[in-house]
């Protein structure tokens, strides 16, 4: 092998070539120095970087945040804030499996004031002692399955009304489940955090087609026996 790596050396062969040869040769174990060929330069340069190439992968991630609406509706016991977020993955995957990200992703943008809280205190603008489990993050942009941008977050992960970029959804009998005042805070009529849908139990919903604040509060609360949608977020 010295006496190899001695040809090489001194037999004039551009040095890159050289070590690449010589490399080759070391891996391959070769018993007689190469001839000098630019020929046999560039097939062993191809054939290291066919090598290199076949070892190395790219991965590109979709980052993208997205928020749609179900195509099903459900009554106010949706098995709390859990069973809402299994609703939002499920439905993830059998009617919107094209969007970016798993469907553990998604969870249900509403709020219970115990297992989610968007905002302690009206359009909160930190994180930090307000959001409790909460699906919107922070100076982030969210976006409609047709590519449409709805809203833009702040520091606290909500979007403060104003007007939306675009609505929720551009059926205007669209309606779904949030439990949330139009300021972003828990408005306590969340159909007993989400476990009841008696008559008399009632909660806050929003309203499709909107882009002031009835998009996630309508005012009034309703039965929790009638049927929403809710909406899903890409976590």
Known sequence: MKATMKYFISDGIRPCSRFLIASFCFFIS???????SPLLDLVLLQSIQN????NSTTTITNTTKYIFVTQATFQGNLGGVSGADTICQNEKENNFSSLAGAKSEYKSLLVDGVARVACLTANCTSTIGNNTNWVLQPNSKYYRPDEQLVFETNGAGIFVFGTLTNAFSTVGTDQWWTGLDTNWTTSGDDCSNWVSNAGGVFALFGLGANTNDSAI???????????????CVRN
């Open 51 to 54: 090598q290199l190439n076949a």
């Open 30 to 36: 070769c018993s007689k120095p190469f001839p000098e």
């Open 217 to 231: 509060s309508d005012f009034a609360s309703t039965a929790c026996s009638n049927s929403k949608k809710l909406l």
